[in-house]
């Protein structure tokens, strides 16, 4: 099971709080799960830093319910947006757990393409950051999206760059 913890705490807290190997979920002010990182990720972090500051440097996480059917993932738009790191958040009713590596790359190669889905919840979340940068500086933005969009939203640019839509 994964542990949850507030955009705003910092990597100190979840140090002090997790265990080597569990997964971090870092949730909104609504709790709504919007990345998810292990520990040893972490490490490399000032222990002052707001979880909120690394969003954007995490890989796009696909939030799912826990009884959507897998194939449904693997027919879906959110494959192609998935990196090799890319965890997807599976979201029971008492409690968040991750599936990421070998055994999600595996169950996804081994349904794509598959015709018959079972099951009526469909996978409607994906988080991606804005890919935004101007000179040093990059866009700290993560937004959940339920369909590739065919023209990008305005950013609400947290890091008071340039005004700039969402760069996906």
């Known amino acids: 099971m994964a ?9 100190g807290e979840v140090a002090a709080n ?9 949730v909104d002010e609504g709790g709504r799960p919007t990345g998810a990182v292990l520990p040893v ?3 490399g972090y000032p ?3 707001p979880l909120t500051s690394i969003l ?4 796009p996480t696909v939030i799912a319910p826990a009884e959507a059917p897998v194939g449904l993932l693997a027919s879906s738009w959110m494959i192609e947006e ?12 008492d409690h968040l757990s991750v599936w990421s590596g070998p055994a999600l790359h595996r169950a996804l190669a081994s349904l794509a393409g598959e015709a018959e889905l079972y099951g009526d919840e469909d996978i409607d ?4 950051s804005c890919e935004y940068r101007e000179d040093d500086s990059i866009c700290t933005h ?21 005004d700039h839509d969402f760069t996906w």
């Open 18 to 26: 997790i265990s080597p190997g569990q997964w971090a979920v870092i």
């Open 47 to 49: 222990q002052d830093r």
């Open 142 to 162: 993560r937004e959940h999206f339920v369909a590739r969009p065919t023209e990008m939203p305005e950013c609400p640019n947290p890091e008071c760059l340039s």
């Open 56 to 59: 954007s440097e995490l890989p």
């Open 3 to 11: 542990v949850q913890f507030p955009s705003t705490a910092s990597v």
């Open 82 to 93: 998935l990196e090799p790191d890319s965890p997807v958040i599976v979201a029971y009713p």
């Open 125 to 128: 979340d994906l988080a991606k």
């Open 41 to 43: 990720t972490l490490s």
